[in-house]
T-cell receptor, first 113, second 109 residues
């Protein structure tokens, strides 16, 4: 069966510091991978998605970036965090055969102070 | 583009039935998905409709009318643990999922 992992679970970072969040998927090959952000009490905002190694598409302009160095690894990064980057970051995967159901990881709660 | 609407909040009583509506506008419709999200947790998949009609899964059912751009999630025999946000999401050919704003359901004793 497929599983998706994210770490860390919680992170408190000062403004201006760098960020690296990692997501890995097990039990499947060549998945579509996604990064979402959810601000407190708000809906899910798609940040990045990837259909393959090294292929990243950005949905919104921001100071975040994403990379996919391996088939089942997706990394979200920032060189300098802003206060507005605080939120709940969720990684998700879906099969490549179609844009079907997305399955979410446990999420990382980021607080920028 | 895509546009999805859901009620912001709903309240219901334990043991009752509640219907959460979702309306959408999209081109190239490829499916409608419902997710449950408890506070502080990740969304979990509940149901998927691609054809018109009702899909039943235990206490949860989901209905779709493609011609009307309308779906609902029906929760029967409500339990306290059903208190959560319910997210409607639409998939379209050539585009990614778009999630609705979510409906926060509170189940009262």
């Amino acid at each position: 069966s497929q599983t998706i992992h994210q770490w860390p679970a919680t992170l408190v970072q000062p403004v201006g510091s760098p960020l690296s969040l990692e997501c890995t998927v097990e039990g499947t090959s060549n998945p579509n991978l996604y990064w979402y952000r959810q601000a407190a009490g708000r809906g899910l905002q798609l940040l990045f998605y990837s259909v393959g190694i090294g292929q990243i598409s950005s949905e919104v302009p921001q100071n975040l970036s994403a990379s996919r160095p391996q088939d089942r690894q997706f990394i979200l990064s920032s060189k300098k965090l802003l206060l507005s980057d605080s939120g709940f970051y969720l990684c998700a995967w879906s099969p490549t055969s179609a844009k079907e159901t997305q399955y979410f990881g446990p999420g990382t709660r980021l607080l920028v102070l | 583009g895509q546009n999805i609407d859901q009620p912001t909040e709903m309240t219901a009583t334990e043991g009752a039935i509640v219907q959460i509506n979702c309306t959408y506008q999209t081109s190239g419709f490829n499916g409608l998905f419902w997710y449950q999200q408890h506070a502080g947790e990740a969304p979990t998949f509940l149901s998927y409709n691609v054809l018109d009609g009702l899909e039943e899964k235990g206490r949860f059912s989901s209905f779709l009318s493609r011609s009307k751009g309308y779906s609902y999630l029906l929760l029967k025999e409500l339990q306290m643990k059903d208190s959560a946000s319910y997210l409607c999401a639409v998939g379209s050919y050539g585009q990614n999922f778009v999630f609705g704003p979510g409906t926060r359901l509170s189940v009262l004793p």
